[in-house]
């Protein structure tokens, strides 16, 4: 039983209680309410006022994680939500200043510490066990799996890990995709065309006409929600995600065999639900609504129902005793903190290589759901760097596939200050000569202005413009772009209670 009453930190952080004890010691980062909430759109609609954050529809904002005590319909099951939606809260969880997570984990990434299995016995995610030969097993019944809105397609699981491996080669592979509870027994789960491996490997199995056997581990320790959100080139095919989680804990990961699968689970998870997607087995993701609608997604439109998705067939729910839920809203910032903190260690690794010392810093920025829009802290040093920030632009294109454009600034500017980016923008950048246009190029099915309706020079859905704004000074005219230097002065001097 952890000591609550002992000071917290993020060495402490071993799974969800823990990270939830840790957020109570300190001030507005969660709240809990005991008024029963129905899952079905009122939970998220009082989340997006509380503190949801990113591209939600407005009035909006930054607030704590809320945990909902009491979910009609459930009597055991807690539903917690928004825990990474403050990047703040995201390095107060993994014990790093927020402005260097995309070096911590560019770090752990480099220092990857690779995941063991435990025995069973010693599995907190097995106390308590359904399987679906139960005779009144019902998936539905068991977790409060929670709707954004009321024109969702289902209920949706938006914070289920899903982990598998290889049919052939047997590397293991961590992800989140976009999971409806379509009956007693069966999900559906979108996954993105040429987007995650677990994809791939269902394609494989499929091809051999074998069915994936899988596990979906939901409320985790946040090290794992982050490491999952990672993609190559980082992390190729083979690169277990699992191992930049283990890096940021200092210690591996652990895992537990499945009770009815050839699959294994996060040991400590909340909730496991075990099963297989079927071969050759498809179903419209908004069967019962057959509106078109599936839910909203992060750039802040609700995405399209999927005609035909791959079926994931339900054999056992095993779950710690008086379980927490952990759900997401699509737009908010905690998508940003999930996808987007991920996205700046790749680019901060992929142009450190290439070209090291001058890319400073990367803000993987709220307005693009942490996927779209990347602002780059780039320093000019010598003559020979004018140009070399554009370039850097490219790698960062490179990296990040879905990445659609790259705002350029220098060392003197905030690039987590939105009104400091666009002070830039005014000051040190002219559209004829610092645009740098790229058509043609694929990007993210989800955003809707890719599609030949909205523009003539897109032929084909998922394609896109890829823009470089060179909000930068060039390098013979800096001295004549010095910002206005003020004293320095020890605030506390004048205003004890001060919070710089």
Not at 151 to 180: F, K, N, Q, W
Not at 320 to 342: C, D, F, K, W, Y
Request: glycine share 8%.
């Amino acid at each position: 039983m952890l000591d609550k009453t002992k000071a917290l930190d993020a060495t402490s952080v071993t799974d969800l209680r823990t990270a939830l004890a840790l957020l109570e010691q300190h001030e507005n980062q969660l709240v809990s309410t005991s008024e029963p909430v129905d899952p079905m759109a009122e939970l998220s609609g009082v989340y997006r006022y509380v503190g949801a954050g990113g591209t939600v529809m407005r009035p909006t904002r930054e607030g704590p994680a809320m945990i909902f005590d009491k979910v009609k319909g459930y009597d055991d099951v807690r539903v917690v939500i928004g825990l990474l939606a403050s990047r703040k809260r995201v390095g107060l969880l993994l014990g790093c200043a927020p402005e260097a997570l995309g070096h911590h984990l560019k770090d752990a990434v480099e220092h990857a510490i690779a995941p063991i299995t435990v025995s069973q016995n010693e599995a907190q995610c097995q106390e308590v066990v359904h399987k679906a030969t139960d005779p009144d097993f019902d998936i539905r019944t068991l977790l409060p799996a929670p709707t954004n809105t009321e024109e969702d397609a289902g209920p949706y699981i938006t914070m289920g890990h899903l982990y598998a491996s290889d049919p052939v080669t047997g590397v293991s592979d961590i992800t989140i995709h976009r999971i409806c509870v379509q009956s007693k027994d069966e999900l559906s789960i979108y996954f993105v065309p040429g987007g995650r491996h677990i994809g791939a490997m269902r394609e494989k199995a499929e091809a051999m006409g074998q069915a994936l056997p899988l596990t979906i581990s939901i409320g985790i320790d946040p090290a794992i929600n982050i490491a999952a959100c990672f993609e190559p080139p980082t992390t190729p095919y083979g690169f277990d995600e699992l191992s930049i989680a283990g890096a940021l804990r200092g210690k591996p990961v652990e895992l537990v065999d499945a009770l009815t699968v050839k699959a294994k689970g996060i040991a400590n998870a909340e909730i496991i639900i075990e099963g297989e997607l079927l071969p050759d087995v498809r179903v419209r993701e908004d069967q019962f609504k057959q509106n078109g609608k599936a839910m909203p997604e992060f750039p802040g439109y609700t995405g399209g129902a999927q005609p035909a998705l791959p079926v994931f067939k339900v054999t056992a729910v095993t779950h710690r005793r008086n379980p927490i839920l952990q759900t997401v809203i699509g737009p908010s910032h905690e998508h940003v903190s999930m996808a987007g903190i991920p996205t700046e260690a790749s680019i901060l690794g992929m142009v450190e290589r290439a070209m090291p010392g001058r890319l400073l810093n990367v803000h993987a920025h709220p307005s693009g759901g942490g996927k779209y829009l990347a602002v780059m802290q780039f320093k000019k040093g010598i003559p020979s760097d004018q140009g070399r920030e554009r370039q850097a632009a490219l790698l960062a294109f490179a990296a990040f596939s879905e990445l659609k454009h790259v705002i350029l600034v220098d060392e003197d500017v905030d690039i987590f200050d939105t009104d400091d980016v666009l002070w830039a923008m005014q000051t040190r950048y002219q559209g004829d000569v610092d645009t740098i246009m790229i058509p043609g190029v694929r990007c993210h099915p989800l955003d809707p202005s890719q599609r030949p309706d909205f523009s003539p020079f897109i032929n084909t859905p998922g394609v896109s413009c890829k823009t470089i704004f060179d909000c930068t000074v060039p390098f013979d005219l800096k001295d004549r772009f010095h910002r206005s230097k003020f004293m320095e002065v020890d605030v506390k001097r004048f205003l004890p209670d001060f919070v710089g």
